[in-house]
């Protein structure tokens, strides 16, 4: 394999391929936010999983002691309601995120919503459930948190799709 870039220099083989690569990657578009809607889209939910995690581990947990309290699906801890309702949720979701791809083209935060809206319920079941059983440990806080940053990524990603 000989290389038309490098008139000089005849390479073949792994050398011809990676002098290949190496001009290829010098020469490309670097990466950057403008008119690129995914690049800003991942910018935008870094930033709120940043301040999730500031808020979360920062303020709740280090200068209000608000312990963090998690419990699976199928712990014997936590109450049959709750966990009816949260199969539910993902019963749900499974039959809108099936419903959304089979249904050919869609908007960004059209095809997300099923994701984001199981998330976004999930935690605030969860919140829920902690705040019936566990008032006093304020652990709930976590979990309505999360829920409410899901919510304004949600908004704001909608809100980006018509400005």
Avoid: C
Avoid at 12 to 32: D, P, V
């Amino acid at each position: 394999m000989q290389i038309s870039q490098f008139p000089s220099v005849k390479l073949k083989g792994t050398s011809a391929t990676l002098a290949f690569l190496f001009h290829n990657y010098n020469h490309s578009k670097r990466l950057s936010l403008e008119g690129s809607p995914e690049m800003i889209n991942i910018f935008i939910l870094a930033i709120f999983l940043i301040v999730n995690l500031l808020i979360s581990k920062i303020y709740f947990k280090k200068n209000l002691n608000i312990p963090i309290k998690s419990k699976g699906i199928l712990s014997k801890e936590r109450k049959r309601g709750f966990q009816l309702a949260e199969a539910g949720i993902f019963v749900i979701f499974l039959y809108l995120h099936f419903f959304v791809l089979v249904e050919g083209y869609f908007p960004l935060f059209v095809r997300i919503a099923p994701i984001i809206g199981f998330f976004v319920l999930l935690n605030f079941n969860r919140g829920l459930e902690l705040w019936m059983t566990d008032r006093d440990s304020k652990a709930y806080y976590h979990n309505w948190l999360a829920a409410t940053i899901m919510s304004i990524f949600f908004a704001v990603l909608a809100a980006g799709q018509y400005l």
